[in-house]
């Protein structure tokens, strides 16, 4: 059963070429979801795969990005997205 991990995130992480870093590294890795900037400066990302790719995942994006507060929820599903966008 794979798992989701949905994201809210604060600190410099617009402007900054996140959303499309985190896009080649769900590719990379066979992560799907999605991501998207908030007016109120955040961005949320939801990403669905394998639990210790998603560890992984949030490892990485920790080590690379300012990130100031993280708001986390995570669920297991029973089927994913087909690939991960970018939302606008």
Do not use: C
């Amino acid at each position: 059963m794979a798992s989701k991990l949905w994201l809210k995130i604060w600190g410099q992480v617009q402007g900054v070429g996140l959303r499309m870093s985190v896009k080649e590294y769900a590719g990379w890795h066979d992560l799907r979801g999605w991501a998207q900037n908030l007016d109120d400066g955040s961005v949320i990302i939801e990403i669905y795969g394998d639990k210790v790719k998603l560890d992984s995942f949030l490892q990485w994006l920790t080590s690379n990005f300012r990130i100031t507060r993280i708001e986390s929820k995570w669920e297991k599903v029973n089927s994913l997205p087909d690939d991960f966008n970018i939302r606008h």
